[in-house]
């Protein structure tokens, strides 16, 4: 999974939810000009590649290793405050 950035034409983003390995959320939608909008999501190798194939503007914002690593720095940091009975991450 990587995390992108979405761009295009109203009507092909308005067909984003038909592609398979495309999780985003809708409320991320911003429109960039009359007919053009931009959305954040997680998409997989396949759902990039079907992506290009609808000439759609697709920029990484984090790449699948970046996201693990930040994954795995989270779960680290929870673990931790379940195991100091529940603190938060400033120890709070």
Do not use: H, K, N
Request: proline share 2%; net charge negative.
């Amino acid at each position: 999974m990587q995390l992108v950035r979405i761009a295009g034409p109203t009507e092909q983003m308005r067909r984003l939810g038909d592609v398979d390995g495309l999780d985003f959320e809708r409320t991320s939608a911003t429109r960039l000009d009359d007919d053009l909008w931009q959305v954040a999501g997680y998409a997989t190798d396949e759902a990039l590649e079907e992506l290009g194939s609808r000439a759609l503007s697709i920029e990484l914002v984090a790449g699948a290793e970046q996201l693990d690593e930040q994954r795995a720095t989270l779960f680290s940091s929870i673990t931790r405050a379940d195991a100091a009975g529940g603190a938060g991450p400033d120890g709070s």
